[in-house]
């Protein structure tokens, strides 16, 4: 008899048969508890050593020995005449079938039993409260969807931020399709550990679906297994494991499948570009893409420490691979929120922006980041028609990146679209509702339209979910200001100067805040360490405490200064106000003459929150030297721009002033101060009101004024160490 026919009457072909199938089910069951109880990777590798080991003993037993009805006996004992291998065979036939029964069984509710169902019902989304909170979609309903954390289920806590990473490009994948809605990765994260169910989850996001699952990473095997849950129902529209060696490749792969098996479960549809789009792959490189990972994580913190480690890590991304486009986007996009959050001089941004975006789009052109960037770049050197071009861009080709419609709505509130900024800035936030910077951008539009509780309700609501976030902290710093609050500004400014401790602008605010209050000798002190700490970053901070001292010859030299250094609109109407500080109205002219030549001439001028100041400075300087008629033309239209506004606020005290209209400087002085005006209120000690000081009402008012001033100092010391939340 030839081996063949031996191994074949002793059954071991049958035993090796039975024992591979078994072991394969038996993988699949100890891998499923190990995932859920987040065991150590060791356990399942040595357990398959344990099977492998086991399959050539199994073999050997199976050859060497055989099954009677008086038990197991080795193979030679036995005689020929009465073996029972054949029934034996039988059996093992009978068992194979079985096994393969359950592992059949098995695989099909694996794969094909949480597909989607075509009659699968989507979930409304969440309706507006009275602030505003959660905007409403004013647009026809999208399909909807959330993708939460992924869990780590590696046994390792350094792969959590993989993890992260894995999550954080499939949504920068899926706001790449216009027929879906997708939350943001901001509003997301605060679910990573959730005990909240998903219908909860859903009706908080607004959102009909969600998307679970978890990574798990195994030397050089990578497993990711997610699931797409009807949120209405609870029950999975589709589900998939993929397994796969860990490389870039089949990151992104995997990213780009899961992406069009959500267009397809939610009955979206993709373009053609959106297709394209998809299989792009931002990088080949594992470490340049953990660097970018970092970079996201801590540019969201908008602190001045954080945006400087994100920088960092986009460069280390690019150096890694300088052909990783969204790392130049990243770059592009910290530089410009250390000029918003720390301390870069926006000027000083402008050629390492551009050179960025550049290489960004060289290497993606069809990158809805990189038009972002592009168009905040052009708003911050005051090209506002390029900008909202490039916003538009932006958005056609990434419908749900939320930065886009929020720094878009930024651009409108400052040309005084406010009614435009607000519904962009409800799309921005029904994109990413947790997100605190879009909770502070709405707030700060409400205030624009004059809807100050709302703003407020915005901005505590916010401050109750993150508390820790600095930026609500300066905003509530701005609304009590401007609310004339100041003891309250003064207290709020020093908990955003405790917050981010490295942001030498919050503790600039705090030395100013003592200006505002009246007390030279703390704002002198507080200075003195501010600019031992921050001495570039402080440049001429001290212009208002000049004025508050009534050292107006101090100011103008600092000024002069500042505009030398950065020659853009605000430094230039400083200069130009300075000057008439002093009565230096010919350098004031000069000043107009150079940056606004067209307000000497004869055509109209429309007045707009972005050139009320530069108007009414043209409008002063001209009157004052000899132009009345042009410059009577320009300050009416001031006059009439700022009555238009829903608080007037001091610019009508300062033109009826300058033309001396004392009864009209008097009722303005008297609106302002009633509408909450204290900001600069030293400015009315200026030469230029002089004359004014044989007027007992208005002196009367000054004095009030500065008697308000005092009480709010006093306020403050009392009130200090009360807690704000």
Not at 42 to 49: A, K, S
Not at 489 to 497: C, D, F, L, P, V
């Amino acid at each position: 008899m030839s081996l063949f026919e031996e191994l074949k009457r002793r059954n071991v072909f049958r035993v090796g048969i039975a024992y591979l199938i078994t072991a394969w089910l038996l993988m699949q069951v100890v891998d499923l508890v190990l995932e859920n109880i987040n065991a150590p990777d060791w356990i399942m590798q040595v357990f398959m050593l344990a099977l492998a080991v086991g399959f050539p003993i199994t073999l050997l037993v199976a050859w060497a020995f055989e099954l009677t009805p008086e038990g197991l006996k080795k193979e030679k004992e036995v005689d020929r005449t009465q073996s029972i291998t054949q029934h034996t065979g039988r059996k093992l036939d009978r068992a194979i079938i079985g096994v393969l029964v359950v592992a059949l069984g098995y695989f099909v509710y694996d794969k094909f039993s949480q597909r989607p169902s075509e009659d699968a019902a989507e979930m409304a989304a969440s309706s507006e409260n009275a602030a505003e909170a959660t905007p409403a979609d004013s647009e026809p309903q999208r399909p909807s969807i959330a993708v939460l954390p992924f869990a780590n289920r590696s046994s390792r806590d350094e792969d959590a931020f993989f993890a992260e990473g894995i999550h954080d490009d499939l949504l920068t994948s899926l706001a790449k399709v216009g027929s879906l809605k997708v939350i943001s990765r901001t509003s997301v994260m605060r679910y990573r550990e959730t005990g909240q169910s998903i219908p909860e989850i859903a009706r908080e996001l607004g959102v009909a679906t969600v998307l679970e699952g978890g990574i798990q990473r195994s030397g050089s095997q990578v497993r990711i297994n997610v699931q797409l849950i009807d949120a209405n129902t609870d029950e999975h529209l589709w589900a998939e494991n993929y397994d796969r060696a860990l490389t870039a490749d089949n990151l992104f792969s995997i990213q780009s499948e899961i992406s069009r098996e959500i267009v397809t479960a939610l009955k979206g549809t993709l373009t053609d570009e959106e297709s394209a789009r998809l299989a792009d792959q931002p990088t080949d490189s594992l470490e340049a893409y953990g660097e970018f990972v970092l970079g996201r994580q801590e540019m969201a913190k908008r602190t001045n420490e954080s945006l400087v480690n994100a920088q960092n890590h986009f460069e280390k991304a690019i150096e890694l691979d300088p052909e990783y486009a969204l790392a130049y986007v990243g770059l592009a996009d910290s530089l410009t929120l250390q000029s918003l959050y720390g301390d870069l001089f926006v000027n000083d941004t402008f050629a390492p922006r551009q050179a960025a975006i550049d290489r960004a789009l060289a290497l993606d052109p069809n990158s809805g980041e990189a038009y972002t960037a592009l168009a905040n770049l052009r708003d911050d050197q005051g090209q506002e028609q390029a900008s909202e071009d490039f916003y538009k861009k932006a958005i056609e080709l990434s419908p749900n990146y939320a930065t886009a419609w929020h720094w878009y709505a930024l651009l409108l509130d400052d040309l005084d679209r406010d009614e435009e900024a607000l519904e962009l800035g409800r799309k921005a936030r029904e994109l990413d509702p947790n997100a605190p910077i879009l909770a502070g951008m709405l707030a700060s539009i409400l205030w624009d339209l004059d809807r100050r509780e709302q703003a407020f309700e915005v901005n505590q609501q916010q401050l109750d979910k993150t508390p820790e976030f600095p930026n609500l902290y300066g905003q509530r710093v701005g609304f009590y200001i401007n609310m004339g609050n100041l003891g309250e500004a003064m207290r709020w400014s020093k908990a955003y100067a405790n917050l981010d401790a490295t942001q030498s602008f919050a503790h600039v605010s705090v030395c100013n805040m003592w200006v505002q209050m009246g007390d030279v000798v703390e704002a002198e002190q507080c200075f003195d360490r501010v600019e031992e700490s921050y001495p570039e970053a402080s440049f001429g901070s001290r212009i208002g405490l000049h004025q508050l001292r009534g050292d107006y010859e101090r100011s103008v030299e600092v000024m002069q200064q500042i505009a030398e250094r950065f020659p853009f609109e605000g430094p230039q109407v400083g200069l130009g106000y300075n000057y008439l500080t002093i009565g230096a109205f010919d350098e004031a002219r000069a000043v107009v003459e150079k940056n606004w030549p067209e307000y000497l001439g004869t055509q109209p001028v429309e007045i707009n929150d972005e050139n009320d100041n530069r108007t009414q400075l043209a409008g002063m300087v001209l009157y004052l030297t000899g132009d009345i008629e042009r410059g009577n033309y320009l300050l009416d239209q001031a006059v009439a721009y700022y009555e238009s506004q829903p608080r007037v606020g001091p610019g009508p005290v300062f033109i009826h002033g300058i033309r001396g209209e004392r009864d009209k400087a008097i009722a303005s002085l008297r609106r302002a101060m009633d509408e909450g005006w204290r900001g600069n209120w030293f400015r009315l000690r200026y030469p230029m009101f002089d004359h004014m000081l044989n007027e007992p009402e208005w002196v009367n008012l000054v004095t009030e004024l500065e008697a308000d001033i005092a009480a709010q100092r006093r306020w403050y010391e009392e009130h200090q160490d009360d807690p704000l939340l």
